[in-house]
């Protein structure tokens, strides 16, 4: 398993774009909407087949049914609210996971329309699943669908992600039950996670 994406939520999708490109100097790409969940999102490359995706409401969709992935709608201000690893049999891995301790949830088919027109599919387990308010990556499976990252995102540089945990011995023990790697772990009170980006201009700092 290896870094997929990081999510970076937040109630206004324009205002965060605008201010990470004044901070990294990087304006990020426009990716898709989301058809009944409310969302849309833009992408940041962090070099290989891993990006920073920046997820917020949609004004151009009716209201969801049910809130929006990610506590959009509880949010103030942008948050780095998960992560996501990429596997290329997600039923083996979920099962896998299972037999390990750590139950990551019931796979789900997802889908989204790429600024080319392109039908991109995927499937994931359940965000609101992931362990530990996030802190546990949700698994991710692009079948045959071309990745994000193949249609040349703009970049920055992923130069750290440290997870915060009250307790990182039992947060370690569920990322290796799921098979995923293990980023450095930090001792305090709120669980959270931060990254430091890099680019042409300068760093930003996303918690």
């Known amino acids: ?86 596997v290329e049999d997600l039923d083996a891995a979920v099962a896998r996971a299972r037999a390990r301790g750590y139950d990551p949830g019931e796979p789900r088919e997802m889908s989204r329309r790429a600024p080319s027109g392109d039908l991109l599919t995927w499937r994931l387990t359940p965000p609101r699943h992931a362990g530990h308010g996030g802190l546990v990556p949700f698994l991710i499976d692009w079948g045959t669908t071309r990745h994000p990252t193949a249609s040349g995102l703009p970049q920055a540089e992923l130069t750290s992600l440290t997870l915060a945990h009250p307790h990182p011995a039992r947060l370690r ?13 930090v001792q305090e009170p709120t669980p959270h996670l931060t990254a430091t980006l890099t680019g042409p201009s300068g760093q930003a700092v996303l918690t």
Do not use: C, K
Request: glycine share 14%.
């Open 1 to 86: 398993m290896t870094l997929d994406h990081l999510v970076y939520a937040t109630p206004d999708l324009d205002a965060t774009a605008a201010e990470l490109e004044r901070l990294l100097g990087v304006r990020a790409a426009t990716g898709g909407r989301h058809p009944g969940l409310g969302t849309r999102n833009r992408l940041i490359g962090l070099g290989g087949r891993g990006y920073l995706e920046l997820i917020g409401p949609d004004p151009e969709q009716e209201e969801p049914a049910a809130p929006r992935w990610f506590r959009i709608d509880e949010l103030t201000g942008p948050a780095l609210v998960g992560w996501a690893v990429t």
């Open 173 to 185: 023990a569920d990322l290796e039950s799921l098979g995923a790697p293990v980023p450095p772990l």
